[in-house]
């Protein structure tokens, strides 16, 4: 199947409000959804190369929204109907007559399995993304909402550690040397300031002084390893 016959299909489903109820019927539609929301952020990033009317510029760019919130709604249905993590995990599953082995849907990996169970978790954070897709004239992705749901824990994980440090910061400043207390500032500061992942893309050189200076690092913290 190409972009253009999933574009028809995604749009067929848009139009009828047509979102099946059934993994095996999600699953196929998500692959062509996936394909479909491709198709429509290639146009829209070629729509001022193509000399098309204002009008056919807005119902292409509506067509794509539309498009990434209903692949967006199916990717939710999908984490709806899997089972939860521990169920997976174990690999089985309770039904009416017992227990039966978990079989994970046929092109659901565990990492798709996750996404999924994180976009149905996490409406807020989609509407956000289709919020803001909708103000900047873009297409709201499944990338999109993911990276934002890691950053709103990111954050929120920062805010609880920034939070237990104040209370602890009077408590350290008592019972420590001026010393101390700078030492574990900084050492604050930078654990606040360093991303948790480092960068996917380097080159060999920032790389090779990256490494130089995370050793200098590890041997600065040698002691607290004893």
């Known amino acids: 199947m190409n972009q253009e016959e999933a574009v028809k299909i995604l749009d067929l489903v848009v139009r009828e409000h047509m979102l099946p109820a059934t993994m095996d019927k999600l699953v196929p539609l998500s692959f062509i959804g996936a394909a479909a929301v491709k198709f429509y952020q290639a146009k829209v990033k070629l729509m001022s190369q193509l000399g098309i009317t204002e009008a ?3 119902a292409t760019l509506s067509d794509g929204q539309n498009a990434g919130e209903m692949l967006l709604n199916i990717e939710a249905r999908i ?8 169920i997976a995990i174990k690999g089985t599953v309770e039904t009416s007559t017992g227990r039966m082995r978990y079989q994970r849907p046929e092109g659901i990996t565990s990492k798709r399995a996750d996404a999924a169970r994180a976009i149905k978790s996490n409406p807020a954070a989609v509407a956000a993304i289709i919020k803001e897709a909708r103000e900047n004239e873009d297409i709201p992705t499944k990338t999109a909402v993911l990276k934002k749901i890691k950053a709103d824990k990111e954050k929120i994980l920062r805010e609880k550690y920034e939070k237990e440090t104040s209370e602890k910061a009077g408590r350290v400043q008592r019972t420590n040397s001026k010393e101390a207390v700078a030492y574990l500032n900084i050492l604050q500061r930078f654990t ?6 480092p960068p996917a893309d380097w080159t060999e050189e920032a790389f090779a002084e990256a490494t130089a200076l995370a050793n200098i690092i590890r041997k600065r913290l040698e ?4």
Do not use: T
């Open 56 to 58: 056919q510029r807005k």
């Open 223 to 226: 002691v607290f390893h004893a």
């Open 192 to 197: 606040l300031a360093l991303p948790v992942q």
């Open 79 to 86: 984490g709806e109907l899997l089972p939860k993590p521990e």
